[in-house]
């Protein structure tokens, strides 16, 4: 009876052995400062069951890194040892496929050139004001009414020039942007001129003009008169 318990115990050794040995290469103790990968990768294969695959034209193994771990799983000891590099790992069954990753490309702004021109006149629009979208980038048309500013592509240029419609104008790589703006009739409408030079925001028939020369007798300044549906001559302040 003794001998047969002695066998089951033997028997259960032998089961359990392989899943000791596992769950003792589970996780992984190591502490190197700037080594080069390559010398980690091969010491994590002697302290593990696990082996590295990859392409030296691929991986970067030569750069150092430094990696500090205690009692930690392999997939714990990658994502330290890897982070802040391109490479991804990938574990089937014990093997460690090391691959590069897509690196991100951060999209560098372009020169985009262009005119700004009035629609109905045909002439350039000088001072008018170029800004991208969302951005605090901006430039100004000059003299030609031409400008050039940095913009990403897919992006959109805001130009605006008082008393004229703002545009949106969407930037194309590699082309000459014409901007063709209108008149806004909305702020053309409000805005008179009034007696010497002053503008202010009235109804389009409504304006003030010099009446006759008289003097108030409280001020002694002179009186005005407003007109009603007439028209003002700037030069001469007069009501037709």
Partial sequence: MKRIKFLLLIFLIAILS????????????????????????????????????????????????????????IEAVLNILLKGTDIQYHIKGKQIILNAGKKETKKTPAKSKGIVMDSKTREPIIGASITVEGEKTGSISDIDGRFEIEAPEYSRLCVSYMGYVTQLV???ANSLLEVWMSEDTKVIDEVVVVGYGAVSKKKPHDCHCPGEAGKDSTSGSKQYQPVIN?????LTGNCQ
């Fill in 18 to 73: 392989p899943n000791l040995m596992s769950a003792q290469n589970s996780t992984l103790t190591l502490s190197m400062s700037d080594t080069p990968l390559n010398e980690i990768l091969n010491k994590i294969e002697k302290k593990t069951n696990y082996s590295f695959q990859y392409s030296t034209q691929v991986i970067d193994v030569k750069q150092k890194r430094t990696i500090h771990v205690k009692n930690q799983p």
């Fill in 170 to 172: 969407p930037v194309k």
């Fill in 230 to 234: 007439g028209s003002c001559r700037r």
